[in-house]
């Protein structure tokens, strides 16, 4: 679970953690270029509603406003399988 915080990333300034996003049905609703400076959303379902030109969202990705657009944080790099395996593997 995240917990709610605001924090200084340098060169970045704060950002805010503001909560969850459902991607799919934009809800709580983003628009494209429109936020405040560190803003930030963790995604709780995946979807592929348009930010920025953005459509490819899934659960654990961060969605940052920058000051004029929004970003992705891809959060969701994960291995799918060790040696063939899936879930928890001993080699």
């Known amino acids: 679970m995240l917990k709610v915080s605001t924090f200084s990333v340098s ?8 909560g969850t996003w459902d991607a799919a049905t934009n809800t709580p609703t983003l628009t494209s270029g429109v936020g405040n400076k560190g803003d930030y959303y963790y995604v709780s379902v995946a979807g592929n509603t348009n930010l920025n030109g953005i459509t490819d ?30 879930g928890a593997v001993v080699l």
């Open 11 to 18: 060169g970045a300034g704060a950002v805010v953690y503001k």
């Open 57 to 86: 969202w899934k659960i654990g990705d961060f969605a940052v406003f920058n000051g004029s657009v929004w970003q992705k944080i891809d959060n969701t790099d994960a291995v799918l399988s060790v040696n063939g395996q899936t």
